[in-house]
């Protein structure tokens, strides 16, 4: 069998010790040696199952998968570092040693469920349009809604770019002049959700993720995180893209 090659800038980051950009500088810095020389070009291929690398003398290896789910407080960026000094998810991992990335975004003022991987492949099914993971949010909208309101939103609105596919919407209770409301979609749109309020005259007022297919925040307290467990991570190991339908 023909070696696998990695770039070297690819070797660090898989090993879980930082970002691409970051292992790009630390090998810029000098700090990393392949078989005992100074490399200093992050595209240089390395043989991770032959070549020897160090980081600052001490030796890399690939780094175990790690999967997490992040029950994510509102006022908290899903970025790695924000310029105007907000918080964000990585002030609230910061007991974990490896490097993980969140899997697609949660808007500043959304609360809930987040999953964060070292695994890209994971991710990219997680997150692919494609493959149609449901996910699913509870809302509090800014009114009462009627019935008429949520058929809407189930058959699918029009948004700017595009009609929303069907989704899954259950009143939870009238509150006042709240509806509580649950919806799952199966798309991953830029602030989906609250413009799909604003397509029915409302807007959403409090908005937290539960779940994506069947991982479940369940009573995960506010700013805690937890491993997925084996049986989660195996439900999109093996999930296929649907296409077509809903
Ligand atoms: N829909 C939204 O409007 N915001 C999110 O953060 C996620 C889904």
Redesign the pocket.
């Known amino acids: 069998m023909p070696p696998v090659l990695k770039t070297l800038e690819r070797v660090l980051s898989k090993a879980g010790l930082g970002s691409r950009t970051e292992a790009r500088k630390w090998i810029g810095a000098g700090r990393v040696r392949v078989n005992g020389k100074k490399v200093q070009t992050p595209d240089h291929w390395v043989d991770p199952a032959r070549d020897k690398v160090t980081f600052d003398g001490n030796p890399v290896r690939q780094s175990e998968k790690i999967y997490l789910l992040l029950y994510k407080p509102k006022g908290y960026l899903?970025t790695y570092k924000d310029p105007e000094g907000r918080p964000t998810v990585y002030d609230l991992i910061r007991d974990l040693k490896a490097w993980v990335a969140p899997v697609?975004?949660?808007?500043?003022?959304?609360s809930?469920l987040l999953i964060l991987t070292n695994d890209n492949q994971f991710a990219e099914r997680l997150a692919n349009p494609d493959y149609k993971a449901p996910?699913t949010?509870q809302v509090k909208a800014s009114t009462r809604l009627s019935d008429e309101q949520l058929d809407r939103l189930r058959r699918g609105v029009p948004l700017s770019d595009g009609p929303t596919r069907p989704a899954l919407v259950a009143r939870l209770r009238d509150s006042g002049k709240y509806t509580h409301l649950e919806i799952t979609?199966t798309e991953?749109?830029?602030?989906?959700?609250?413009?799909?309020?604003e397509a029915v005259d409302s807007k959403?007022l409090k908005?937290v993720?539960t779940a994506i297919g069947p991982i479940r925040i369940g009573d995960l307290a506010i700013g805690k995180w937890r491993k997925l467990t084996a049986a989660e991570v195996a439900c999109f190991a093996a999930h296929k893209p649907r296409r077509g339908g809903s």
Do not use: F, S
């Open positions: 899903t697609g975004r949660l808007d500043l003022d959304t809930g996910k949010y979609i991953g749109r830029n602030r989906q959700v609250r413009r799909m309020l959403a908005l993720r």
